[in-house]
C-alpha cells in the first residue's frame, strides 16, 4: 500500500509538470509577437491575392456588368489609385478574367500598415460577341495598406518588367 501511494504520488507530479508545462508553452504561443507577424503576413498575401484577381477583372457584356466590375475595383483599391479607377467609364466590350497564379509579399510592416506583393496575373481576355479568349501573363507588383482589422486594399500597382525583354526587342 505504501508502495502504491509513493508511485500515485509520483505520477500525479508527473502529470502535474505536463500541465503546467503545456500551460507555460501555450500562453507564449499566444503573446508571441512572431507569431502575430505570420498571421499578419498571411493575412495580407491571402488579401493581396484577392484584390489582384478583382483588380485584372473585368466583365463587360453588358453596361451594367462593367459598371459592378467598376465598384469591385474601387471596392479592391485605395487612395489615389481608387480615385483614378472610379474616373473609369463603363464600356460594354471585351471581358477579362484574371487568375493569381504565384505572389508574394516583398516587404510587410504590420505597425504602419503596408506590405508590397509581387505576383504573377494570367488574364484570359473573351473579344465582344463571343470569339475565341486569348491569354496574357502578367508580372505585377503592388503595394498593399491596412484599412480594417484584417482588409487590405491595393493602393498602388505597377507593371514589373520582363527581364531581357529590351534585349530580345533589340536583337529584332
Known amino acids: 500500500m505504501r508502495r502504491g501511494g509513493i508511485l500515485g504520488a509520483a505520477a500525479l507530479v508527473v502529470a502535474l509538470g505536463f500541465c503546467g508545462t503545456g500551460a507555460w508553452t501555450y500562453a ?39 459598371e459592378a466590375g467598376i465598384r469591385a475595383w474601387r471596392d479592391a483599391s485605395t487612395g489615389p489609385l481608387r480615385t483614378e479607377l472610379g474616373r473609369t467609364a463603363p464600356a460594354v466590350g471585351a471581358s477579362a478574367r484574371a487568375t493569381v497564379t504565384e505572389a508574394a509579399l516583398t516587404a510587410l510592416d504590420a505597425r504602419a500598415g503596408t506590405a508590397k506583393l509581387i505576383a504573377t496575373v494570367r488574364v484570359d481576355v473573351t473579344p465582344r460577341g463571343g470569339g475565341a479568349a486569348s491569354s496574357d501573363r502578367k508580372r505585377l507588383e503592388a503595394v498593399l495598406t491596412r484599412t480594417g482589422e484584417d482588409t487590405w486594399r491595393v493602393a498602388a500597382l505597377s507593371a514589373v518588367p520582363v527581364a531581357g525583354a529590351e534585349e530580345s526587342e533589340d536583337d529584332e
Not at 498571421?39 to 484577381?53: F, K, V
Not at 478583382?54 to 457584356?61: M, P, Q, R, T, W
Open 28 to 66: 507564449e504561443a499566444r503573446t508571441d509577437e512572431g507569431l502575430a507577424f505570420s498571421r499578419e503576413r498571411d493575412t495580407a498575401l491571402a488579401e493581396g491575392r484577392a484584390r489582384l484577381t478583382v483588380l485584372n477583372s473585368l466583365d463587360a457584356s453588358t453596361r451594367e456588368q462593367a
